[in-house]
């Protein structure tokens, strides 16, 4: 199709790489996405793939849900944005504030990277430091802090792999401390070491496909209780996700704040911090030196994806929703374990909640990112090309599950897991 391909001509002109920096619509597929609908995308020729990226997360519900589209076309008749507050923005934060278990306040940004940002921001300014401690391989979005190589801290014996970003300055090196995600002994000794220099301690509380170990989060709040540390969830993926508190609710400890981005949005650029008031107090209360947290942005709180947000809260709100997202996951992980037993394939399922992963290695169990790191990167390509060709879109870092995502999609699933999974056994 020529228009198609001229599209596909056009993104290898105008964008470095051919792509717009997102994944899996890159230029070696030459395919791009024209609409959605419900669970499936759809190319500008009409072929259709059924969706497990959701973009990227956000769109829970599917695509084009009516209740998110008529609350947009609402909004969009009102006004699209103020600059000022907006009835919307205040009935989205009362919303949050009633379902995270952390949210006493909440404060808007436009992307989740802004939201980690801002969250690290207050609490260096409550704690007067500026060191943070993450976990090796935690995404926080694109800022520089977030970026950091996740080379270990040197406690023996944990030197770690070197991985990061371009373009960060080198003075940032010395205001980031990197822990193994899953790991209590080596994030205690860490912190025991530490605790003294650290501003905060910030971890996705399920970090990429990672589920938690049991009494992995509760060791690390208790850690930073005993030292006063502010602990953040960086709940961007797995906020209103795992359940309607996120994963704080899911996982059962509170943190003293989070940043919640993709489905409070409804798929519209809105993000936000959120926490305890005592944790937002150093937007508006001055520090020593009479300095408050700045964070303005123009676009913040936008009534329209607020209308979406509420929107998108309000049918995740309804009964059995959780239920489903969770048995459909737990499905799913179940259908990729019994195809990579059927034709002989060794791997790992991992994943929790409507989140899934399959990792192709020779372990017995998958708990940290250094371990998702083994892998056969072949066969993740050929599976994840076998995915594509067969009508199935999905990251090759993660699945995600929407509420829509109906039985008959489950069966093709099955099938094309299985088509996809005797390429790789080839
Ligand atoms: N934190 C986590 C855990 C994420 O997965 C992401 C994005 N995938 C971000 C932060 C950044 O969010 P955004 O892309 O909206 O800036």
Known sequence: NRHHQALVDKAQQYFPGGSNGNGPLSPEHGFVIASGQGAHVYDPEGRAW?????GSGPMILGHGHPEVVEAVREQLDKGTTFFF????AIELAEAIVEAMPCAEQVRYTSTGSEATFFALRLARAYRGRDKILKFEGGYHGSHDYAMMSTEGTPIRPYPQPRRGSAGIPKSLENEVLIAPFNDLEQTTAIIEAHHDELAAVIVEPFQRALTPVAGFLQGVRALTDKYGLPLIFDEVVTGFRFAYGGAQEHYGVTPDLA????IVGGGYPLAA???????MAPFVTPDADGMVVGQVGTLNGNPIAAAA???TLRVLRQPGSYERLHAVGQQ???QLTATLREHGVAGQVIGDGPIFQLIFNERDSVHTYRDTLDHDTDKNRIFHDALLQNGILKS???????LVHSDEDLEETAQVFDKAMAEVAK
Request: hydrophobic share 40%; aromatic share 10%.
């Open 50 to 54: 059924l969706d497990y990226l959701l």
């Open 85 to 88: 507050l907006n009835d919307k």
């Open 259 to 262: 940043s919640v981005g993709k």
């Open 273 to 279: 911090v959120v926490g305890k008031k005592e944790f």
């Open 309 to 311: 947000g509420l929107a």
């Open 332 to 334: 799913v992980r179940e």
């Open 396 to 402: 090759a870092s993660k699945g995600y599950i929407s």
